[in-house]
């Protein structure tokens, strides 16, 4: 099979190109200099010329609370146009299988916990990334929408919080655990002995490595339709994937304060927003098909500050000399 992932520099799109080619399917790519995804006229001619037998939709806008505050029209606008044009242009090139990652910010801010996919269009969405969680959860009904008139076999996977190789550090618009593996790291590096942290430190958040979500992916778009639609509905066809567990903002802090070394004091700047209190999901959709996690959390924060110290500091300190 050839197949097409947009996004494949991202963090979860790298991990799905690496999986896809140990498998030995031809994966293709292509930069943002080469393609804009927002350009209808140029997705539809790279549809045309390529002609996958397959897509995955991982490009997106992404970025934690202080990029979806700052940037809204940014996160909306163009979350939307990369949606609609990959997965209008596909169905139009006659490509039948698809995926599209979705987020947890689909669902309500005040919704039940754990999360299950049924809450979808249930309540009033988190303020902070409205616009982005608005844009994803017409991904989704795009997908729906096209199986329904056209017969399309285009499914939606719902990730909780990712990390791991390959992701975000920048200092504004990263989300809260690469943030805090740079900012702690930081800290020791400049022998601080404070790091102040956003909110109250009580949210819960659930994290899922990159690499299981990548093998997550992959079962979901290698499923065959019997079983597919036999555990989904018509409209209500995502799935959750996440870790199953979660934890507070404040011991992820300490966790991460141990891995880096930091040995400071840790204080929460309770002016600034918590975000969602809450938000685990509920994966017993996903586990009743036969997928479960593999990667531990003390395991992933060690990897991923590991790769963060190979790959970010480093490449800054080559940058400097």
Known sequence: MRIYVAGHRG???????????????????????E???????????????????????AAAKVGGIYANNTYPAEFIYENLMIEANVIHQAYANGVQR????????IYPRAVAQPMREDALLTGVLEPTNEPYAIAKIAGIKLCESYNRQYGTDYRSVMPTNLYGPGDNFHPENSHVMPALIRRFHEAVAKGADEVVIWG???????????????EASLFVFALDRATYDANTEPMLSHINVGFGEDMTIADLAHQ??????????ITFDTSKPDGTMR????????????????????????????????????????ARA
């Open 279 to 318: 938000k685990l999901m509920d994966t017993s959709r996903l586990n009743a098909m036969g997928w479960q996690p593999k990667v531990t959390l003390a395991e992933g924060l060690r990897g991923t500050y590991r790769w963060y110290l190979e790959n970010v500091v480093t490449a800054s300190q080559l």
């Open 35 to 57: 393609l804009d995804l927002t350009n209808q006229a140029a997705v539809g001619a790279f549809m045309a010329s390529e002609q996958p037998d397959g897509v995955v939709l």
């Open 200 to 214: 109250t430190g009580k949210p819960r958040r659930e994290f899922l490595h990159v690499d299981d979500m990548a």
């Open 98 to 105: 698809l995926l599209f990652l979705g987020s947890s910010c």
């Open 11 to 33: 963090m979860v799109g790298g991990a799905i190109c690496a999986k896809l080619a140990a498998r030995g399917v031809e994966v293709i790519t292509r930069t943002h200099a």
């Open 256 to 265: 991460i304060a141990g891995i880096t070394g930091f040995t400071g004091k």
